[in-house]
């Protein structure tokens, strides 16, 4: 009779190496955990793929890998997993560090064995990312490189403004001069990142499909579409609105403790701060182009409701609408319009 395998495995990733940790489970018995450190690079990727050959681990769906989100640093793993149908779940680093409990010291191998012994605990219940789409990425990466090339225009543009209340008008001019040709640099790399995100998105038939999904949505334009898509995998898993107006901060939650705590609901802090402003911006354009929003604005504020209040309300509208485009595959049709 062939005895039944599973392997978990917890990798702690850091820019210059990864520490990795198996668990076997033959029969419903566990096996003692091994741990091993393999330098993140491709050439690392190739010790560590003969390190798990050596371990007799299965690559396939009878193993289940569990790491945090570095940003980058995780990307060689994550391509190795999609390369061999090996589920992989990537999760936020703060969730993960609240849900393994508290512990006192740390180390790259004892971080390791612990996600690993997250892995075994909680396989069943964790869904896997999806797989790596080379696509999807370049996306992202071009977001995030507009978004540093905005905040150094934005940087100086500060720097300048602030230095003109306490320097004369001649050396004040002198420093404008000196930072036209670096401002002048920043803003053509802008638009050329810009005219790459719409070059990026055209090129791939789903994310295109979504994209033309997103920007029918009142409130939401180019960047935000982009913006959604690369922040939610373009929408994989299913995220319903709920779920992706919680991750953008626009859910308030009650404070409420038996008899001494009774505050009234407020947005958590934890949120994607990006996202959130991208639809406070949009929320403000639907509020001003689009009446069903300005009349529901101006009826909630005659009633007394404070204007951010109504604001968020607006923004949470516009999540739950770019969920429910993406769900049933079909673009935002305006009710309100029609009626009236």
């Not at 990795?20 to 393999?38: G, N, T, W, Y």
């Not at 909680?122 to 990312?129: E, R």
């Not at 939401?220 to 299913?238: K, M, P, Q, R």
Request: hydrophobic content about 40%.
């Amino acid at each position: 009779m062939q005895k039944q395998k599973k392997f978990y495995l917890g990798i702690d990733v850091s820019k210059l190496w990864f520490d990795a940790a198996i668990l076997s489970v033959i029969d419903h018995q566990k096996q003692p955990m091994q741990c091993e450190r393999f330098d993140n690079t491709h050439e690392g990727m190739k010790v560590f793929h003969k390190w798990l050959l050596r371990k007799s681990v299965s690559l396939d769906q009878n193993s289940f890998v569990v790491i945090e989100n570095t940003g980058i640093y995780h990307r060689l793993i994550w391509q190795y997993c999609s390369a061999h149908n090996i589920p992989i779940y990537i999760g936020n680093a703060t969730d993960l560090k609240w849900r393994m409990g508290m512990v006192r010291g740390k180390s790259d191998k004892v971080d390791s064995s612990r996600l690993c012994d997250y892995a075994y605990k909680n396989g069943d219940d964790l869904k896997a990312t999806p797989a790596l789409d080379p696509g999807l990425l370049n996306l992202k990466d071009l977001m995030t490189a507009r978004s540093n090339v905005l905040a150094q225009i934005n940087s100086i543009k500060t720097y300048l403004s602030e230095l003109k209340m306490f320097k004369g008008k001649q050396i004040h001019q002198l420093m404008e001069q000196s930072h036209q040709a670096a401002l002048q640099g920043l803003k053509q790399s802008l638009v050329e990142l810009e005219a790459q995100i719409k070059q990026a998105i055209k090129e791939n038939p789903q994310l295109q499909r979504n994209y033309d999904l997103l920007i029918s949505v009142p409130g939401i334009g180019h960047l935000s579409a982009a913006y959604l898509i690369c922040c939610t995998a373009n929408f994989a898993g299913e995220r319903t609105g709920k779920q992706l107006a919680s991750y953008a901060g626009v859910v308030p939650f009650s404070e409420r403790s038996g008899t001494s705590i009774k505050g009234r609901p407020r947005v958590h802090k934890m949120a994607n701060k990006e996202l959130k402003k991208m639809l406070h911006l949009g929320a403000m354009s639907a509020i001003r182009y689009y009446p069903e929003f300005s009349d529901f604005y101006n009826r909630k504020k005659t009633q007394g409701k404070h204007p951010m209040s109504i604001l968020n309300a607006i923004r949470n509208k516009i999540a739950l609408r770019a969920a429910a485009v993406i769900k049933n595959q079909q673009p935002y049709v305006d009710n309100y319009k029609k009626a009236a």
